[in-house]
């Protein structure tokens, strides 16, 4: 293709809204353009970048036997109601009428309209399993539409659903996605791991997501430094431990005035967060909870949930009702529940609120007091690996893709039964496999650029070579050399863009080198003399002279 017939929309400012890297590039690249919140035009270079991942997807999920299909982003709200997620989805769900008061969602994911096809189309175990996928738009209205198409509202999801006759073959396709995510990811050229996974409101119990490591990354997630444990912290579990130390120390009230967070306490008491022990105030569905915590430790708000419920945090009001003094509220003598995280139980001589403004206890232990132990907390770095092999090294990682087991939850809601063996109807087990297309784009430039611009993993790359001829339109020789360098790569099929403006050299260089065009070719009258052609890789400040005649098979041999 050549530059003039190719709409190039480089800007030099990124907009002020895009706050990481890859948000900055993608629009200072002109891949994408922001239409509103969270909606994304993609231009045709930001196309061509897109159309190569979803070919990457759709040769690997071919491959594993999956089969394509195409479901409508509009679904009507009787599959929801069936599936019962049409109360429990929330915001995220958008949902509409028609002009005869029909109620709508657009479709944040498919479970409901691929079970109710299978429940339609699959008829006998002869037919199972199956997997279907497509890639196709998602709307999800995100509460915090960020970081461009990385968190967007409209979305491009390749989502599979397979279904099973028994429990065997649901964990088979599993491995079977497991392994063909690994090939997708590393075929788009990502530093990615498999992590385990809290399912969310999709459902069922098993769940790995893969995610590709950056700072810029919104999950933090954790590894054994000495074995493949890997988990998304909040899925890291933790259970109860042995007591290593023994009661020593004399319980004693001590002034803390004003001092009431834990850093604040521990600087001023001299002691490690560590030796503290934090109390949170929560409301369950039916009352009220207190969860104490080790000074140093965060709460893991799905662990909670996933013990009590939906939670919220105690209001100044509520906790005032309950006759507890904020920033000093302890272990000691409380009216409601106490829950003890397994780590800060087996504290000895700690130190907690006194429940008495501006006084703090020293000297704690556990006797007497009334509680029970649970897993309540995020993991930090150097923890021990809950597999028992090794220390806990924490990462931030993008997910890129999540799959799922899902067992029978939508396929029993939804009677999607096939007659089995003994002629009986047996409920189908489903399993579910998801990867953000789109966010794919984002994370593989948050993990190649530099201060030039994006540098593509050369499989996803709007093109592959440039060919930047200087004065083009003035020299008759250059101009020559370029068209016949450029006719011969199009013949051998290399992904060529010939820059035939009148442009600075500098602007043509700028240019590419910011759509992460991964091999430059240069030719100029003072090449022309020589023979020669200038060849540099985007990820390689070194510039080579090749000869004009090896120039092609040059390029072969670098882009296969
Ligand atoms: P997240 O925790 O990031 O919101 P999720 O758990 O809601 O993701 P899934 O429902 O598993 O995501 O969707 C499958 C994949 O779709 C995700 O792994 C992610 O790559 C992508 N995805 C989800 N939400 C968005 C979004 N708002 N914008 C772009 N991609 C998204
Ligand atoms: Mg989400």
């Given at each position: 293709?050549?530059?003039?017939?190719?709409?190039?929309?480089?800007?030099?400012?990124?907009?002020?809204?895009?706050?990481?890297?890859?948000?900055?590039?993608?629009?200072?690249?002109g891949l994408v353009s922001k239409l509103a919140s969270?909606?994304?035009?993609?231009?045709?270079?930001?196309?061509?970048?897109?159309?190569?991942?979803?070919?990457?997807?759709?040769?690997?999920?071919?491959?594993?036997?999956?089969?394509?299909?195409?479901?409508?982003?509009?679904?009507?709200?009787?599959?929801?109601?069936?599936?019962?997620?049409?109360?429990?989805?929330?915001?995220?769900?958008?949902?509409?009428?028609?002009?005869?008061?029909?109620e709508f969602c657009l479709g944040p994911t498919h479970?409901?309209?691929?079970?109710?096809?299978?429940?339609?189309?699959?008829?006998?175990?002869?037919?199972?399993?199956?997997?279907?996928?497509?890639?196709?738009?998602?709307?999800?209205?995100?509460?915090?539409?960020?970081?461009?198409?990385?968190?967007?509202?409209?979305?491009?999801?390749?989502?599979?659903?397979?279904?099973?006759?028994?429990?065997?073959?649901?964990?088979?396709?599993?491995d079977k996605m497991h392994a063909t995510y690994c090939?997708?990811?590393?075929?788009?050229?990502?530093?990615?791991?498999?992590?385990?996974?809290?399912?969310?409101?999709?459902?069922?119990?098993?769940?790995?997501?893969?995610?590709?490591?950056?700072?810029?990354?919104?999950?933090?997630?954790?590894?054994?430094?000495?074995?493949?444990?890997?988990?998304?912290?909040?899925?890291?579990?933790?259970?109860?431990?042995?007591?290593?130390?023994?009661?020593?120390?004399?319980?004693?009230?001590?002034?803390?005035?004003?001092?009431?967070?834990?850093?604040?306490?521990?600087?001023?008491?001299?002691?490690?967060?560590?030796?503290?022990?934090?109390?949170?105030?929560?409301?369950?569905?039916?009352?009220?909870?207190?969860?104490?915590?080790?000074?140093?430790?965060?709460?893991?708000?799905?662990?909670?949930?996933?013990?009590?419920?939906?939670?919220?945090?105690?209001?100044?009001?509520?906790?005032?009702?309950?006759?507890?003094?904020?920033?000093?509220?302890?272990?000691?003598?409380?009216?409601?529940?106490?829950?003890?995280?397994?780590?800060?139980?087996?504290?000895?001589?700690?130190?907690?609120?006194?429940?008495?403004?501006?006084?703090?206890?020293?000297?704690?232990?556990?006797?007497?007091?009334?509680?029970?132990?649970?897993?309540?907390?995020?993991?930090?770095?150097?923890?021990?690996?809950?597999?028992?092999?090794?220390?806990?090294?924490?990462?931030?990682?993008?997910?890129?893709?999540?799959?799922?087991?899902?067992?029978?939850?939508?396929?029993?809601?939804?009677?999607?039964?096939?007659?089995?063996?003994?002629?009986?109807?047996?409920?189908?087990?489903?399993?579910?496999?998801?990867?953000?297309?789109?966010?794919?784009?984002?994370?593989?430039?948050?993990?190649?650029?530099?201060?030039?611009?994006?540098?593509?993993?050369?499989?996803?790359?709007?093109?592959?070579?440039?060919?930047?001829?200087?004065?083009?339109?003035?020299?008759?020789?250059?101009?020559?050399?370029?068209?016949?360098?450029?006719?011969?790569?199009?013949?051998?099929?290399?992904?060529?863009?010939?820059?035939?403006?009148?442009?600075?050299?500098?602007?043509?260089?700028?240019?590419?080198?910011?759509?992460?065009?991964?091999?430059?070719?240069?030719?100029?009258?003072?090449?022309?003399?020589?023979?020669?052609?200038?060849?540099?890789?985007?990820?390689?400040?070194?510039?080579?002279?090749?000869?004009?005649?090896?120039?092609?098979?040059?390029?072969?041999?670098?882009?296969?």
């Amino acid at each position: 293709m050549k530059t003039s017939q190719i709409l190039i929309s480089t800007q030099k400012e990124a907009p002020n809204d895009a706050q990481i890297i890859s948000h900055q590039l993608m629009i200072r690249a002109g891949l994408v353009s922001k239409l509103a919140s969270g909606l994304y035009s993609y231009l045709p270079m930001g196309l061509r970048v897109l159309q190569k991942v979803e070919k990457i997807i759709r040769e690997e999920m071919n491959k594993s036997g999956a089969q394509e299909v195409l479901m409508p982003v509009a679904q009507p709200a009787e599959l929801w109601q069936e599936s019962g997620r049409w109360d429990e989805y929330g915001a995220e769900l958008l949902r509409f009428s028609d002009r005869h008061g029909r109620e709508f969602c657009l479709g944040p994911t498919h479970e409901e309209v691929i079970t109710h096809l299978a429940a339609q189309y699959l008829r006998s175990y002869k037919q199972l399993p199956m997997n279907f996928y497509q890639i196709q738009t998602k709307f999800r209205d995100e509460i915090r539409p960020r970081f461009g198409v990385m968190r967007s509202r409209e979305f491009i999801m390749k989502d599979a659903y397979s279904f099973h006759l028994d429990a065997n073959s649901m964990q088979a396709e599993f491995d079977k996605m497991h392994a063909t995510y690994c090939a997708i990811f590393t075929r788009l050229g990502l530093d990615y791991r498999p992590v385990l996974a809290d399912s969310g409101s999709i459902g069922g119990e098993n769940s790995i997501e893969f995610h590709v490591l950056s700072e810029s990354g919104e999950d933090a997630i954790c590894f054994s430094d000495n074995s493949n444990y890997a988990a998304n912290i909040e899925k890291v579990a933790f259970s109860k431990q042995a007591c290593i130390d023994t009661p020593s120390a004399i319980e004693e009230k001590v002034p803390t005035k004003k001092k009431t967070s834990i850093e604040e306490v521990a600087q001023f008491l001299h002691i490690k967060e560590a030796d503290c022990v934090k109390t949170l105030i929560v409301k369950t569905k039916n009352s009220f909870k207190a969860l104490a915590l080790r000074g140093d430790h965060e709460l893991n708000e799905i662990k909670v949930q996933n013990l009590f419920g939906e939670f919220e945090f105690a209001s100044d009001e509520e906790i005032k009702s309950l006759n507890l003094k904020k920033g000093f509220i302890g272990v000691k003598e409380l009216t409601i529940d106490l829950i003890v995280d397994y780590s800060a139980s087996v504290l000895c001589d700690f130190v907690c609120g006194a429940n008495e403004w501006d006084y703090h206890l020293v000297g704690v232990n556990w006797n007497g007091i009334e509680f029970v132990e649970a897993d309540l907390r995020n993991a930090v770095e150097g923890d021990a690996s809950p597999d028992g092999k090794g220390k806990l090294v924490v990462r931030r990682g993008i997910e890129v893709g999540h799959i799922f087991q899902l067992g029978d939850k939508y396929t029993k809601a939804m009677n999607a039964n096939v007659i089995g063996e003994s002629g009986k109807a047996v409920t189908t087990l489903m399993g579910c496999y998801g990867i953000g297309v789109t966010r794919v784009i984002a994370a593989a430039i948050e993990q190649n650029y530099d201060d030039r611009g994006i540098i593509f993993p050369a499989s996803i790359a709007p093109f592959q070579l440039v060919i930047v001829p200087i004065n083009y339109n003035k020299s008759t020789r250059v101009k020559a050399l370029a068209d016949e360098l450029y006719q011969q790569c199009l013949d051998a099929g290399i992904e060529v863009l010939l820059d035939d403006r009148k442009e600075r050299a500098g602007i043509m260089f700028a240019e590419s080198e910011l759509l992460g065009v991964p091999h430059r070719l240069v030719l100029s009258d003072t090449h022309a003399d020589n023979g020669n052609v200038e060849y540099k890789a985007r990820n390689n400040p070194e510039k080579i002279e090749v000869r004009f005649d090896d120039a092609l098979s040059f390029m072969q041999s670098k882009i296969r």
